[in-house]
């Protein structure tokens, strides 16, 4: 797997991290801020559900672990943003849109939870990390990719909205779906997030709370650069992981 093809390791950046529920705004937050700040975005969800989608593709059993694990050692996703969104390519394809449909989103908490395949992605996002300035958002970004960025941030809200913001988003897609059937897809990722076994969700003890549920993207950026920026960005970017 790779992320532009560049794995060398080059220390001296440093990494914020997001994490939180489905629904908190996690990926629009991550991918504007990463621009404010002229870092690179990783989306580590975008891996899962592109492994995911190529599972599906196949007829894998999704409770096969080594099948799955095989799958992740023979596979390539790259991530590329090209401004006006992240392009994610699988095996060379352009799988942008295809992995957030209904059917991967959820599926995807089986692939994330087999340890073999989180082993191997947690290693390529540390590699990422590891040779260039990114925020990367995801489950465990705080507590397992980058426990020792200083700059660790949780972002909640209230699970009726977060639903409603999915719903939106659907909708926008031109993918009509029932509003309760939506909630309930949420509280059941939410169930499925914090309790499995490998890489469950869970907020660092020191990170940042911040809860958006009555918050603009904007609000919560700006929120997020205070916390981060105390010194100039220059400053900044001499810190190390």
């Not at 909708?171 to 890489?199: M, N, Q, S, W, Y």
């Not at 205070?226 to 010194?231: A, M, P």
């Amino acid at each position: 797997m790779t992320f532009g093809g560049n794995k060398k390791k080059c220390p001296g950046f440093i990494a914020v991290a997001i994490d939180g529920p489905a629904g908190a705004g996690k990926s629009t937050v991550a991918k504007r801020l990463a621009q404010r700040l002229g870092f690179a975005f990783l989306d580590t969800g975008a891996m899962y559900r592109a492994l995911t989608l190529k599972a599906m593709r196949l007829g894998l059993k999704l409770e096969d672990e080594l099948a799955l694990t095989a799958l992740a050692q023979n596979t390539k996703i790259d991530l590329e943003d090209k401004g006006e969104g992240l392009i994610v390519s699988l095996d060379g394809e352009d799988v942008s849109q295809n992995i957030r449909t209904v059917e991967v989103t959820n599926n995807t908490f089986y692939i994330a939870r087999v340890s073999g395949v989180r082993a191997i992605l947690v290693r390529w996002q540390q590699e990422i990390g590891a040779c260039r300035n990114v925020v990367a958002e995801g489950r465990d970004i705080g507590t397992v990719v980058f426990p020792r960025t200083k700059y660790k941030f949780y972002l909640d809200a209230d699970v009726e909205e977060r639903a409603k913001r999915r719903h939106a988003e659907l909708t926008a897609k031109g993918k009509p779906i029932d509003f309760e059937e939506v909630l309930k897809d949420v509280r059941d990722r939410d169930h499925k997030d914090f309790t499995r076994k490998v890489g469950p969700l869970k907020k660092a003890e020191d990170a940042v709370v911040i809860d958006s549920t009555k918050m603009t993207v904007e609000e919560v950026i700006d929120t997020l650069c205070k916390h981060i920026i105390g010194e100039t960005k220059d400053k900044m970017t001499k810190d190390k992981i």
